[in-house]
């Protein structure tokens, strides 16, 4: 018998407590959501911001471009940044559900625990693409399962919930993707340059994009931002902000009853056709029936 079965049951069990709908529950602990489905999903595009990712039952995939990431009772999924990614629910039953959770990551935090430790040197590794998984440790369930507990305790969540996320955040600048989350943590790093940038691409989509001035507005060349860029996300920059787009149009048809005209406009087309060609390119229909799919959906 493995010697963390225990610990995670124990965990899963904490979990099908209170995730008791399906999709998100919020917990009152900030940055932490909760999950169940009881059945696999269809694949959908969504953004995965800067996140630790567990199943304690079932698995969930993730796919940034053509590369699959695979996270289960074994196995976490970590992003230190905003990336656009296909997601899909891959084991789940009514009988046996989908449970996981969802932690916000804080480079902030990230950051002051790397100036304010003594960490051992992070092994070096190559450069790559800014998801990742990696194995549960026995020292991660037992810090996530006393922050679950902080939910019976609800006066001791302002005091000890930070602590204990810092905590698991120390966990993770010392595990085996150290070196990598060190690098996007660290003020200045090509990596930390990096996610700033992908910050401002999130909050400005719908303007122009030169790709001479986001470079200049992180500090780094025009050659090696695309370079940085495409390495950490799988996408170059157009490639993203068009991404952010499609997926903020799909949003507003979708959730505000906008047209497909004025949906193009208001994330930053000026031609509608181009906009129904690279909506139907990512998505699979044009976007008047992929919205009508989509409430269909819903409505079942």
Not at 102 to 125: G, I, N, W
Not at 234 to 259: G, H, I, V
Not at 269 to 295: A, I, M, W
Request: charged share 25%.
């Amino acid at each position: 018998m493995d010697h963390m079965d225990g610990p995670r049951d124990t965990l899963r069990k904490s979990i099908a407590k209170i995730a008791l709908n399906e999709d998100r529950t919020e917990c009152g602990i900030e940055g932490l959501h909760l999950y169940r489905k009881n059945k696999p999903t269809e694949p959908h595009s969504g953004i995965y911001p800067p996140c630790i990712c567990l199943a304690v039952q079932g698995a969930k995939r993730a796919v940034l471009e053509n590369i699959e990431y695979v996270y289960d009772i074994q196995h976490y999924l970590i992003t230190p940044v905003n990336l656009p990614t296909i997601v899909q629910v891959v084991e789940a039953s009514p009988e046996v559900p989908y449970l996981g959770f969802v932690l916000d990551l804080d480079l902030r935090v990230l950051s002051e625990l790397l100036l304010d430790s003594d960490l051992p040197q992070a092994q070096a590794q190559k450069s790559g693409h800014a998801m990742a998984t990696g194995k549960v440790t026995h020292e991660l369930i037992n810090a996530f399962q006393r922050l679950i507990d902080l939910m019976d305790k609800p006066k001791d969540i302002p005091i000890l919930a930070p602590m204990i996320k810092r905590e698991i955040f120390y966990r993770m600048l010392t595990g085996e993707h150290c070196a990598h989350l060190r690098h996007m943590a660290t003020a200045g790093s090509q990596g930390n340059r990096i996610a700033r940038a992908i910050d401002w691409l999130r909050d400005n989509f719908a303007e122009p994009l030169r790709i001479d001035d986001l470079a200049a507005r992180v500090n780094m060349s025009t050659s090696t931002f695309h370079h940085h860029f495409k390495t950490l996300t799988a996408m170059s920059p157009l490639q993203y902000q068009k991404w952010l787009r499609l997926n903020e149009a799909r949003r507003l048809m979708l959730n505000e009853e906008r047209d497909a005209t004025t949906a193009a406009l208001e994330v930053g087309y000026e031609s509608p056709s181009q906009f129904s060609r690279e909506y139907s390119r990512l998505f699979g229909n044009s976007p008047l029936r992929d919205v009508k799919l989509l409430r269909q959906t819903v409505s079942v």
